[in-house]
C-alpha cells in the first residue's frame, strides 16, 4: 500500500495522558499535514511541514500539541496531558509541492 | 476569516436519481477548490478546480466552479446506493491551509 498510513488508528486513553500519533505520509510528497475532525465537522487545519519545516501552525495548536517532522519523512503528533476536548479523529495528509492533498485513515483518540 | 458554506447539509434521494451539492466561499488569496468523499473514514479525493466555467467529470459525478459568483456544485448522476457518503468541499491558498466545509450527507435508497 503506497498511501498514507497513521496509527495507531484508534486510542483511548485516561484525561491527562500523553498520546501520541505517527504518519508515514505517500514516499515522495514532501508536503504533510495534520488535520482534525470532530462529528459532524469538517477537518480543521492544525500544522504543515514542507520536507523537515514546519512553516505553519493553526492557533488550534494549543501549547500541549506538538508535531515534528524530524528527517522530512515520517511525522509525529503528540497530545500532552490530553483533555476531553481532544477527543477526535488526527487526519494526517501528504502532497507533492501543490498537488493534491491525499489524506491517511486517521487516528480517532477518545479521551475519557 | 476564510469559511465555506455546503448546502444541503443532508440529502435523501432514491438510487437513480441525480443529485447537486452545493458550496459556496469566502476565502482571501483564491486558488483552488477540491472536492471529497468520506465514508467513516478519511476523505477520498475527487475534483480539484482552479479555473471558472470548466467543468471536471469522472464517471457520473463532475463539478464545476463560478469564480466570479464563488460556488461550485458537485453533480452526480444515476445515484448507486455506493454513494451514500459526506460530500466534503475544501477551499484553499495553494494547498498549504485548505478551510473545510461541513459537508453535506447523502444517503441513497435502494
Known amino acids: 500500500d503506497t498511501g498514507v498510513s497513521q496509527n495507531p488508528r484508534h486510542k483511548i486513553t485516561k484525561r491527562g495522558q500523553n498520546v501520541t500519533f505517527r504518519c508515514d505520509p505517500i514516499?515522495?510528497?514532501?508536503?504533510l499535514y495534520w488535520y482534525r475532525q470532530t462529528l459532524g465537522q469538517g477537518p480543521e487545519f492544525l500544522t504543515y511541514?514542507?520536507?523537515?519545516?514546519?512553516?505553519?501552525k493553526s492557533r488550534l495548536l494549543s501549547d500541549r500539541f506538538s508535531a515534528e517532522r524530524p528527517k522530512g519523512s515520517f511525522s509525529t503528533l503528540e497530545i500532552q496531558r490530553t483533555e476531553q476536548g481532544d477527543s477526535a479523529m488526527y487526519l494526517c495528509?501528504?502532497?507533492?509541492?501543490?498537488?493534491?492533498?491525499?489524506f491517511g485513515e486517521g487516528s480517532w483518540l477518545t479521551v475519557v | 476569516e476564510d469559511k465555506v458554506v455546503q448546502s444541503p447539509l443532508s440529502l435523501v434521494v432514491h438510487e437513480g436519481d441525480t443529485v447537486t451539492l452545493n458550496c459556496s466561499y469566502e476565502?482571501?488569496?483564491?486558488?483552488?477548490l477540491l472536492w471529497y468523499k468520506q465514508e467513516k473514514k478519511a476523505p477520498t479525493f475527487l475534483f480539484m478546480l482552479?479555473?471558472?466555467?470548466i467543468e471536471k467529470k469522472s464517471g457520473r459525478l463532475s463539478s464545476i466552479l463560478d469564480k466570479k459568483e464563488l460556488f461550485s456544485i458537485l453533480n452526480i448522476t444515476a445515484t448507486q446506493t455506493g454513494d451514500s457518503a459526506i460530500y466534503l468541499c475544501a477551499v484553499g491558498f495553494g494547498n498549504e491551509k485548505l478551510t473545510f466545509g461541513t459537508g453535506t450527507r447523502l444517503t441513497i435508497i435502494p
Open positions: 511541514f514542507q520536507n523537515e519545516a514546519q512553516l505553519e
Open positions: 482552479t479555473s471558472s466555467g
Open positions: 476565502v482571501t488569496n483564491f486558488r483552488s
Open positions: 495528509a501528504s502532497s507533492f509541492g501543490l498537488d493534491t492533498i491525499y
Open positions: 514516499s515522495e510528497h514532501n508536503r
